[in-house]
């Protein structure tokens, strides 16, 4: 074997073995604490999530191994006016959200902070996913984030999804 492609193998090695361990161990691995900012939102996550444009949301984060996600989308007051929905508070819009999907519990609004969210499970031949979703207001619009993992996950995740939703903040 020549020295090139010797070294071409090492290094291909070392990389596949990085990526695997990132993916495997996750923040076990590596303890991140990044913030991730779209549009007018920003979260923190001591999860490493890569931007994954998904149709239909203007903001769509993802783990490595893509079983964690954070997408999100936003409504204009102005928007929802035309449609006979004339001032709304937070609470009337979460409640319209709530009233309108599949959820497990019950509407809560998180203590001493500004949003309100529910969480569901979304099963098909293909996936069984856990849905934690927030509702919130900034200036013109109200917003829905959805965090999301396996259903498989769920016991892990439900408490850091409670953190990533408490940091959720918008650019003023």
């Known amino acids: 074997m020549n020295k090139k492609l010797l070294t071409a193998v090492i290094i291909f090695v070392i990389m596949s073995l990085i990526i695997i361990g990132v993916g495997v161990f996750g923040n076990n691995l590596f303890n991140y604490n990044v913030t991730y900012t779209k549009d007018d939102l920003s979260f923190k996550s001591n999860e490493l999530l890569f931007e994954r444009p998904e149709e239909g949301f203007v903001v769509s984060y993802s783990n ?22 004339k001032d709304l508070t937070l609470e009337d819009y979460s ?8 959820r497990i519990g019950e509407l809560k609004k998180q203590d001493d902070k500004d949003y309100y969210y529910f969480t569901y499970n979304y099963k098909d031949d ?46 003023k």
């Open 126 to 171: 293909y996936d069984d996913i856990f849905y934690l979703t927030a509702m919130y207001i900034n200036k013109d619009d109200f917003w829905i984030v959805n965090f999301a993992c396996d259903n498989n996950k769920k016991e892990q995740y439900e408490d850091k999804f409670l953190e990533w939703a408490d940091s959720v903040t918008f650019r």
């Open 64 to 85: 490595l191994l893509q079983d964690v996600a954070v997408l999100a989308n936003k409504e204009s007051k102005e928007y929802l006016e035309s449609l006979d929905y």
């Open 95 to 102: 409640k319209i959200v709530y009233d309108n999907g599949e």
